[in-house]
């Protein structure tokens, strides 16, 4: 027993601490999915959210027209936006929805065009106590609005 002995040597531990760099194709999968995740999940939220507002800008263009009848549907788009957005608009109506409208947006309406958006509802369809001009202005607030708040 006595031979052996010479031969053996020490245990020698390495110099230097094992590096966490180059990381194995396992770890590379999972940071590759985890950031595709990130990336997939910010972009679907994105396009989510963009997706009302389109849909309300397309149905506002498709009930626009110069007749009465296209200020009854811009003020219905605008409720239903309102009450899906601020539920607490559901209960305003009169100078308060107008008002409403006007503290969610930089540009006021005003004058006929606002009184068009309140009675449009209950003008007779010949009735010329409105002009075309109203109806656009109300149209482009409409626009305006939707682009701001949605």
Known sequence: MQDNL??????HLPVEDIPIFPLAYGWWIIIITIVVLLVVSVLGRFLWL???KRYALELLEKNYSSNLSSA?????????????????AASVFGQEWIDFLNNHTHRKITGKTARLLLDAPYIHPNSKVYH???????YTFCRQWIGENL
């Open 6 to 11: 010479p031969e053996l040597r020490d245990i």
């Open 50 to 52: 963009k997706s009302k």
């Open 72 to 88: 009854v549907k811009m003020s219905e788009i605008l409720r239903r936006i309102c009450v899906y957005k601020y539920p607490n």
């Open 132 to 138: 075309e001009k109203d109806i656009t202005d109300l």
